[in-house]
């Protein structure tokens, strides 16, 4: 019984902050949140872009040097 009557003011006072939102406040909110995931979405996309692109410049760049090798007779 301890547990609920000390989460119950928690509780209380969250759902008197979200009931207190309007609706372009809550579409400010949700606007924000989906600015900060869209940030992060295109950086992990980025990234992964990057990296592929990097390895694919060493592995080109690796299979010159071999091809000029093999045309020197070395």
């Known amino acids: 019984m301890g547990k609920i009557a000390a989460s119950a ?32 979405i295109n950086w992990i996309y980025k990234h992964r872009k990057d990296r592929r692109e990097t390895k694919i410049l060493e592995h080109t760049l ?6 000029s090798n093999s045309d020197k007779g070395v």
């Open 62 to 67: 690796t299979c010159d040097q071999c091809r």
């Open 9 to 40: 003011p928690y509780v209380g006072s969250a759902a008197t902050v979200v009931a207190g939102l309007t609706l372009s406040e809550w579409g400010m909110i949700f606007g924000i949140v989906l600015t900060f995931a869209t940030f992060v």
